[in-house]
C-alpha cells in the first residue's frame, strides 16, 4: 500500500488568518453592508448585528473551523465522516463555489476596466447608460445570448490566469503569500479612501445618515433578518471555505481565537466601509441639493453607477477611482480564490489528483463556463439571478443543513466543543452549544420564510417567470441534486478519520481502481 501524500499546511497562523480575513472580506462588504445598514435603523443596526455576530456569525466559523481541522479534509469528506449520508451537503456546498465563483469572477472583471475608466472617466455623464449599453451591451431579452462582448472577455480571462496561478502555487506559496500581499494593501488603499471622502463637502451629511439611531426599527422584525443575513452572507459560512482552509491547520491551532479575530476584523472593514461609502454618497447628495436617501444604492447600482457619477464630480476623481475600484478588485480576488479552492480541494482529495491538474482541469472548467456565459449580452441577467437564488436558497440552506445535521440529527456539539476547547485559549462554554443549538438554526429557517414570503409576492426584479425558474430556482435546485449525485458517486479515495488506520479494502472503492 503506497503511503499517502501528507496535506498541505499553512506555514504560519498569521498566514491562515490573512487567507480567513480576506475570504470574508468581499464584495458584500463594500456594496452591502452601507445600504443594509441605512435601511434598517442607521446606528441602532449595529446592535443586532452585534449580537448576530456572537450568536451566529463567531460560532459557525468555529463550527467551520473544527470540522475542517479534526477531519483534515474538505467539505465533502468532512461531513462524510461525521455520517455516511450527510456526505451530500459538503457535495452541495461545491456546486455551490462552482456557481458563486463563475460569476463572482465576472464582477471583478468589471472592476478591472473600471480602474482603467477612472483615468479619464469614460462613462461620460451617463453612467448608467454607458454601463448597460457601451460596456456590458445588456440585451433587452434575458437569457437570449446574441451578442459576445470582447471588452468583458479580456479583463474576465486575466482575472482567471491570476487566480488559477495563485492556486497552482499551493496552500502556502500561493494563497497564503497571496494573502499576505493583498489584505495590507487593501486596508492602504480603504484608509486612503476614507481620509478622503471625510474631506469631501457634504462628508457630515452622509454620515450622520448611516449612523443617526432610529431605535424604534429594532421592533421590526425584518431589521433582525437583515442583521443574521449580512454576517451569514459577509463571513463565508455556509458554503464551505472554512472548513476547507482549516483542514490545512496545524493540529494544535487555536480555534476560538482565530474566530474571534477574523470575525471582528471582518465587521471592522465593514464600518470602515460604511465610513467610506457614505461619506461619499453626502457628497453627491450636497451636489446634487438633495436628501442622501435620494443617492442611496447597493450592489451593481453603487459601485459602477453611483460612485462613477460621483468621480466625475469631485476633486482628485481619478486617483479616488483608481483606490475604490482598485479595493474591488483586491476583495473580490482574495474572496474568489477562497471559493474557487474548496472545489479544488473537494476533487484533489475524492480523486487523488495532485493539485496542479486538480486546478487545470476543475478551474479551468469553471474559467470557461464563467467565460462564456458572463461575456454576452445576457452576462448581467445569468449574474443578478443566480446571485440571488443562490444565496438566498443555496448557501443559506446548505448552513442550516449542516447546523441541524451536526446539533440536532447526529448531536456532535459537545464532541466538537471538547476538540476545540482542547487548543483553544478561550473556552467555549455552554452558550456555543445554545447558540448553534437553537438560536442560529431558528433564525436561519426565520430567514427562510421571510424570504420565500417576498418571493412569491412578486416576480425577483420584475423577470418573467419562466427565465426565474430556470436561471434561478433552477440553479439552487441544481446544486443541491449535484450534491446529492456526487455524494452517490464510488471515488477512488474514501476519506478516513485522521490517525485511525485507513483499511486495506472497503466496499466504496471496490472495483474502482
Not at 455520517?83 to 456557481?99: D, H, L, N, S, T
Not at 443617492?295 to 481619478?318: D, H, K, N, R
Not at 447558540?435 to 420564510?449: E, S
Not at 419562466?466 to 449535484?482: K, P, R
Request: glycine share 12%; proline share 4%; hydrophobic share 55%.
Amino acid at each position: 500500500m503506497t503511503q499517502e501524500p501528507s496535506r498541505e499546511q499553512w506555514g504560519t497562523r498569521a498566514g491562515f488568518l490573512m487567507a480567513a480575513i480576506g475570504s470574508a472580506i468581499g464584495l458584500g462588504n463594500i456594496w452591502r453592508f452601507p445600504a443594509v445598514t441605512y435601511e434598517n435603523g442607521g446606528g441602532a443596526f449595529m446592535l443586532p448585528y452585534l449580537l448576530a455576530l456572537l450568536t451566529a456569525g463567531i460560532p459557525l466559523l468555529i463550527l467551520e473551523y473544527t470540522l475542517g481541522r479534526k477531519y483534515r479534509s474538505s467539505p465533502p469528506g468532512a461531513t462524510r465522516l461525521l455520517a455516511r449520508p450527510a456526505e451530500a451537503i459538503g457535495w452541495w456546498q461545491v456546486a455551490i463555489c462552482f456557481v458563486v465563483a463563475t460569476y463572482y469572477a465576472a464582477i471583478l472583471a468589471w472592476a478591472v476596466r473600471y480602474v482603467g475608466f477612472s483615468f479619464d472617466q469614460s462613462w461620460g455623464e451617463d453612467p448608467e447608460g454607458f454601463l448597460m449599453g457601451e460596456f456590458l451591451k445588456v440585451s433587452d431579452s434575458p437569457g437570449e445570448i446574441s451578442t459576445f462582448v470582447p471588452g468583458v472577455a479580456w479583463p474576465l480571462i486575466a482575472v482567471w490566469l491570476v487566480v488559477l496561478a495563485i492556486l497552482i502555487l499551493g496552500i502556502r506559496r500561493g494563497i497564503e503569500r497571496a494573502n499576505q500581499i493583498f489584505i495590507p494593501l487593501l486596508v492602504a488603499f480603504f484608509l486612503v479612501l476614507v481620509v478622503r471622502a471625510l474631506t469631501l463637502d457634504g462628508a457630515d451629511l452622509g454620515l450622520d445618515a448611516l449612523f443617526s439611531p432610529d431605535w424604534g426599527a429594532l421592533g421590526d422584525g425584518g431589521v433582525w433578518v437583515a442583521a443574521y443575513g449580512q454576517i451569514f452572507f459577509s463571513l463565508s459560512v455556509g458554503f464551505g471555505i472554512m472548513i476547507t482552509y482549516a483542514s490545512y491547520l496545524h493540529r494544535k491551532s487555536d480555534l476560538t481565537g482565530s474566530a474571534l479575530v477574523a470575525g471582528f476584523a471582518n465587521s471592522s472593514f465593514e464600518i470602515l466601509a460604511g465610513v467610506a461609502v457614505f461619506a461619499t454618497l453626502g457628497f453627491m447628495a450636497a451636489e446634487a441639493g438633495v436628501g442622501v436617501g435620494d443617492v442611496t444604492s447597493s450592489g451593481v447600482g453603487l459601485a459602477f453607477v453611483a460612485f462613477p457619477q460621483i468621480i466625475s464630480e469631485m476633486p482628485m476623481g481619478a486617483l479616488f477611482g483608481v483606490l475604490f475600484f482598485g479595493s474591488l478588485v483586491l476583495a473580490g480576488l482574495t474572496s474568489l480564490i477562497s471559493i474557487v479552492q474548496v472545489v479544488i480541494a473537494a476533487v484533489e482529495d475524492r480523486t487523488g489528483l495532485r493539485r496542479v491538474p486538480a486546478v487545470l482541469v476543475v478551474g479551468g472548467a469553471i474559467a470557461v463556463v464563467s467565460t462564456i456565459l458572463f461575456s454576452s449580452d445576457s452576462g448581467l441577467h445569468f449574474l443578478d439571478v443566480a446571485d440571488h437564488f443562490i444565496n438566498q436558497y443555496g448557501i443559506v440552506l446548505a448552513g442550516l443543513a449542516t447546523v441541524i445535521t451536526v446539533s440536532w440529527v447526529l448531536r456532535r456539539l459537545p464532541a466538537l466543543q471538547e476538540n476545540a476547547d482542547a487548543t483553544s485559549a478561550i473556552g467555549l462554554g455552554v452558550w456555543w452549544r445554545i447558540c448553534l443549538g437553537f438560536i442560529t438554526p431558528v433564525v436561519l429557517i426565520w430567514m427562510m420564510i421571510d424570504s420565500l414570503t417576498g418571493e412569491f409576492e412578486e416576480n425577483y426584479g420584475g423577470y418573467d417567470t419562466s427565465f426565474l425558474l430556470w436561471a434561478g430556482w433552477g440553479v439552487a435546485a441544481g446544486a443541491l441534486a449535484v450534491g446529492v449525485v456526487l455524494s452517490l458517486v464510488r471515488w477512488r479515495r474514501t476519506p478516513v478519520a485522521p490517525d485511525e488506520p485507513r483499511p486495506p479494502q472497503d466496499r466504496t472503492t471496490q472495483g474502482s481502481r
